[in-house]
């Protein structure tokens, strides 16, 4: 396994909610990322953020790890649970509650 | 950086020949679209796999020469 793989393994591992994005929760740079901030903060969802943009080695590494070419990327429990449109899906659906409890 | 209308539906088209496919260009510049498909090759499969299926048939171009594709994908 790559090192930078590694390295996010232990990232999504450590933290129950993560959120690899372009730019930073107070200041997405993406309206993609932006949709998913706004999603998880208002269902009041605590979660880590990565700056995928702040490093190129993370940006290029989480597309390969999940086999997912585009960012945002939200995953829960260490599960790589999808990009904006699932995110926002499953938003409509009242599904991301369940999988985070 | 960009791609056309016709060469995303055909590209998608040859990825899922049964599929249902309809495409809307979302800022009129090539680059941001919005794509729905129905296809029987779904079936079973995760939504996660769904995507991971679409952008598979888009052969690389996902995240380099397209910017930005919504995806809704049901199965058929």
């Known amino acids: 396994m790559k090192e930078i793989h590694k390295k996010i393994e232990e990232i999504i591992k450590k933290n129950k909610v993560v959120l690899f994005m372009k730019g930073t929760p107070e200041m997405p740079q993406c309206g993609f990322s932006m949709t998913v901030c706004n999603i998880l903060k208002q269902l009041k969802i605590n979660f880590f953020s990565v700056n995928v943009l702040s490093d190129e080695l993370v940006r290029q590494g989480i597309k390969e790890y999940s086999n997912w070419p585009t960012i945002p990327q939200l995953y829960v429990n260490g599960n790589f649970i999808g990009g904006c449109d699932i995110v926002k899906e499953m938003y409509e659906k009242d599904e991301i509650k369940k999988i985070i409890n | ?76």
């Open chain 2, 1 to 76: 950086m960009a791609i056309s209308r016709e060469e995303l539906f055909e590209l998608l088209k040859s990825g899922f020949p049964d599929g249902e496919i309809k495409i809307d260009d979302l800022a009129g510049d090539n680059n941001h679209y919005a794509a729905n498909i129905k296809s029987s090759k779904f079936k079973g499969k995760t939504k996660v796999q769904q995507h991971q299926m679409v952008y598979a048939a888009l052969k690389g171009k996902m995240g380099n020469e397209l910017h930005a594709l919504a995806l809704t994908t049901t199965e058929k």
